[in-house]
């Protein structure tokens, strides 16, 4: 069996090992950048003294800022972003490992339950014990019915065993298309945060040049928005987990207490359920980007809204105060 957590474990080492890669990006983006404020400084400072107003400092410090964090990019932007981000990833991974450890113990349960079941019906005990079977195959004689007896039970065993064997091949490769499709997720994630980590300083000097503002929010956006592809995996995971302990649960009290409760319709609710996580899993970016962008579109459609608004209020006052004045 592929041990998952230690290729998530690679894929975690890799983006801190790739980190260093974004200082050769920032001499180059040092100097896009110092072009970038030489024309910023110098077009408001122009503008100011031709309209002769009094220069406003406080906007010419937009670029140093810019310029402050491309020369340590890693340690202010990486650093702040990830540790801010990171005790999310913690708090959703630990979510994921309560729930499956959840899922193990009543999967052992519930196993121990279905074999104590089928052991107390003499008929169906054959099945899964062999010194059942060969107790029951001494008891027999070497008539003819006893013949056909035996041979039901050899068939009998042998379509149970394989009918078992099957089940759990299927639901192996469900349970490897389940991790491999979280592997994708993890392995893209870490790919594009890889890449905008090391691009990043040349956002932030394009961020200095005017028309490219938004560079720098868009670039913050999408950055936390991948980021938070592994705590929405992670709380995915956790869901189906839940799911599965709650199908658990109620097959555990069932086979305490129906002696005909039928195994294999559970069966075939966990295999329905894994096939929705599979399908669910390629759902985890958009979910991320509704996390992200609808907060921010919503405060800005607000913020939009309270300005349109008040601008109105206000030219409509200033139209009725001339109107009295001028009238």
């Known amino acids: 069996m592929v041990d998952f957590n230690n290729l998530h474990q690679i894929l975690r080492d890799l983006y801190t090992e790739m980190m260093p890669m974004c200082a050769s990006m ?57 540790s801010v981000l990171s005790p999310v990833v913690r708090g959703t991974n630990q979510i994921l490992e309560t729930q499956t450890m959840d899922m193990h113990l009543y999967a052992e349960q519930k196993d121990r339950l279905e074999y104590e079941a089928l052991m107390r019906d003499p008929t ?45 091949l299927f639901r192996e490769i469900l349970e490897l298309m389940f991790h491999a499709a979280a592997l994708l997720v993890d392995t893209l994630r870490t790919f594009i945060l890889i890449v905008l980590s090391i691009l990043g300083p040349l956002a932030f000097a394009f961020a200095v040049w005017d028309g ?6 868009q670039w913050l956006s999408r950055y936390i928005t991948v980021y938070l592809w592994l705590p929405v995996a992670d709380l995915f995971s956790s869901i189906l987990a839940k799911i599965q302990v709650l199908i658990l649960q109620n097959d555990i009290e069932r086979l305490a207490t129906d002696p005909t409760f039928v195994i294999d319709a559970a069966n075939g609710m966990y295999i329905i359920f894994m096939i929705i996580g599979i399908v669910g899993y390629f759902t985890v970016p958009t979910v991320a980007n509704w996390v992200i962008q609808s907060s921010i579109g919503n405060y800005a459609r607000n913020v939009t809204t309270v300005f349109i608004t008040g601008g109105q209020t206000v030219m409509g006052g200033g139209k009725y105060i001339k109107g009295k004045l001028f009238g």
């Open 26 to 82: 920032a001499g180059i983006a040092k100097g896009i950048a110092g072009l970038g404020a030489l024309f910023y400084v110098a077009y408001r400072v122009w503008q100011s003294l031709a309209r002769a107003e009094p220069i406003d400092v406080y906007p010419l410090l937009r670029p140093f800022a810019l310029g402050l964090c491309i020369m340590f990019f890693p340690v202010i932007v990486l650093g702040t972003i990830n």
């Open 212 to 217: 490219f503002h938004a560079t720098l929010v």
């Open 124 to 168: 169906t005990a054959y099945l899964v014990s062999n010194e059942e079977f060969d107790r029951q195959l001494d008891e027999l004689g070497w008539g003819f019915s006893d013949l056909m007896t035996m041979a039901g039970m050899y068939m009998e065993r042998a379509m149970y065993q394989t009918r078992k064997w099957i089940r759990e």
